[in-house]
Nanobody
Framework: QVQLVESGGGLVQAGGSLRLSCAAS????????MGWFRQAPGKEREFVAVISWSGSSTRYSDSVKGRFTISRDNAKNTVYLQMNSLKPEDTAVYYCAADKSSVATMSRGSGDYWGQGTQVTVSS
C-alpha cells in the first residue's frame, strides 16, 4: 500500500512558476514509476509527466514539454514537478500517481495509487 500526498499548488500569474511535491508513504517508493496527471474543470484527466523508478527515464505530454520537469528523490520518498512559464490553460487539479508499470504504460493513464490532488490556478 502506498499513500500519496501532494502539496505546492496555488495561484500564480501567467509566466510564473510553481513546484509541486508528492510525498509517498511506505518503504517501496523506489520501486514505483511515478507520474503527474491533471484534470481541468469539465475535462477528462490527462497525462502530464512520468518518471521511472530510477529517475533515468522521463516522458512528458506535448503540452508541457520544455516547460515542466519531473524529478524524484528516493531517499525522501518524494517526486516533484517543477512548472515554469505557466499558462492559464495549465489551470487544473494536479494528481500524483504511483504504478508498477513502465513509463510508456503509465503515460497512457495507469496508476495503482493516487493522491487527493492539489489545485493549480494560473491567472492571465
Amino acid at each position: 500500500q502506498v499513500q500519496l500526498v501532494e502539496s505546492g499548488g496555488g495561484l500564480v500569474q501567467a509566466g510564473g512558476s510553481l513546484r509541486l511535491s508528492c510525498a509517498a508513504s511506505g518503504r517501496t517508493f523506489s520501486t514505483y514509476t511515478m507520474g503527474w496527471f491533471r484534470q481541468a474543470p469539465g475535462k477528462e484527466r490527462e497525462f502530464v509527466a512520468v518518471i521511472s523508478w530510477s529517475g533515468s527515464s522521463t516522458r512528458y505530454s506535448d503540452s508541457v514539454k520544455g516547460r515542466f520537469t519531473i524529478s524524484r528523490d528516493n531517499a525522501k520518498n518524494t517526486v516533484y514537478l517543477q512548472m515554469n512559464s505557466l499558462k492559464p490553460e495549465d489551470t487544473a487539479v494536479y494528481y500524483c500517481a504511483a504504478d508498477k508499470s513502465s513509463v510508456a504504460t503509465m503515460s497512457r493513464g495507469s496508476g495503482d495509487y493516487w493522491g487527493q490532488g492539489t489545485q493549480v490556478t494560473v491567472s492571465s
